[in-house]
């Protein structure tokens, strides 16, 4: 098997420190061809969906991906932004914000990118780019605040396959989950109470995680148990009684049982008790996307309004607020902790490179191969 080196090397190449920033991924267009390509490599990791491999096979390509790309194309037509789809366009801004906050302290020493676990940009496509800047060290921080194998392990199951194709390997650190960092907390505590002054609050806050299936807290999952934690910080920051908030679990598709309370079921049935308008915050999605924009602000605000619901209000992501970007770089710089800064002085440099050429000459005297 060939591994991927890197071109053009020379000794005097700065060396610098990575930090790659994922998300879940996001289809090239809204058109049904772009959403059916951005599908079949969602839905065909194992880790996503947990079923025997032909026959899920089966299902995906003889049913899925002949129905739902035309559905969900049109879906994303409606949120689509010149830019492109807004988790694009907010994870790119994270970067960037990111990157501006560590150049203050490390100048052009470290390198901030962002890739996704679908889709473009792909995270191999960003590692090689990294390694070809001299990225010797690489910090990834996949944002899901919340543990989940679904997401998390699965950027770390791309990482690790595009690992086994590279000769040079960088040291390398992985975040695996921050639901209960306390700059993260702070961060939406602080979102919320803004949105609250500008706003108005309404009876009960429901925070709103992305669904799994039950089988994977029943086999071990963390995830479950993270967000109902990061609901209970949340709270405890903002100073929410128990029957003033709710954790609830959005996005189920297929017929076996997620986690519950369901979200699209609990907003119609909150009427019916008494609660006639609620605030809904997403916790565990860190940019605004179709299911936050479409399926929460849209789809379950009807849900709620229709059950004779007075008050909706929806608390944007994070996105790429200053407090979010600073909760994010405060996260990075901890876990940059131990890494000595490259030395890049244009003499540390030069003298490296005359080592390097002395060893050469006394070792492979005239060859030009080398």
Avoid at 2 to 17: L, M, V
Avoid at 307 to 318: E, V
């Amino acid at each position: 098997m060939p591994y991927t080196g890197i071109e053009n090397f020379s000794h005097n190449q700065p060396e610098r420190i990575g930090v790659l920033i994922t998300n879940l991924g996001t289809p090239d267009a809204p058109t049904t061809p772009a959403l059916r390509r951005y599908l079949a490599e969602f839905l065909w990791d194992p880790r996503v969906v947990e079923v025997p491999r032909p026959i899920w096979w089966l299902i995906l390509h003889g049913v899925i991906l002949r129905i739902r790309p035309k559905k969900s194309a049109e879906a994303y037509a409606g949120v689509w932004q010149p830019e492109g789809s807004p988790l694009l366009t907010h994870t790119a801004k994270q970067a960037e914000g990111i990157r501006d906050v560590l150049k203050k302290r490390y100048g052009n020493n470290v390198v901030v990118g962002f890739a996704m676990r679908y889709g473009n940009p792909s995270i191999s496509r960003v590692l090689e780019e990294m390694q070809q800047q001299g990225v010797r060290k690489l910090l990834v921080l996949p944002l899901y605040p919340q543990y989940s194998a679904s997401t998390t392990a699965s950027t770390f199951d791309a990482i690790s396959a595009d690992f086994t194709r590279r000769r040079w390997l960088p040291d390398f650190r992985f975040v695996s989950h921050y639901h209960d960092y306390p700059a993260y907390i702070e961060a939406m505590a602080k979102h919320i109470e803004d949105h609250w002054e500008k706003h108005g609050r309404n009876e009960k806050l429901i925070l709103s995680y992305h669904g799994v299936p039950l089988k994977y807290l029943q086999k071990g999952d963390p995830y479950h148990c993270e967000c109902h934690k990061t609901s209970r910080l949340l709270a405890e920051r903002l100073g929410l009684g128990k029957d003033e908030y709710m954790t609830t679990f959005q996005s189920r598709f297929g017929r076996e049982e997620w986690l519950q309370p369901y979200t699209d079921e609990t907003l119609k049935a909150l009427p019916g008790k008494g609660v006639k308008s609620i605030d809904v915050f997403c916790p565990g999605f860190s940019s605004d996307c179709l299911e936050t924009i479409e399926e929460i602000n849209e789809e379950n605000r009807e849900y709620f309004m229709e059950a004779g619901g007075q008050g909706f209000g929806y608390i944007p992501c994070l996105n790429a607020t200053p407090g979010h970007i600073d909760a994010l770089a405060q996260l990075v710089e901890d876990n940059l902790q131990g890494w000595a800064e490259p030395d890049n002085d244009a003499d540390t440099l030069n003298a490296r490179a005359e080592r390097a050429k002395a060893q050469k000459e006394a070792t492979y005297p005239g060859r030009t191969d080398i």
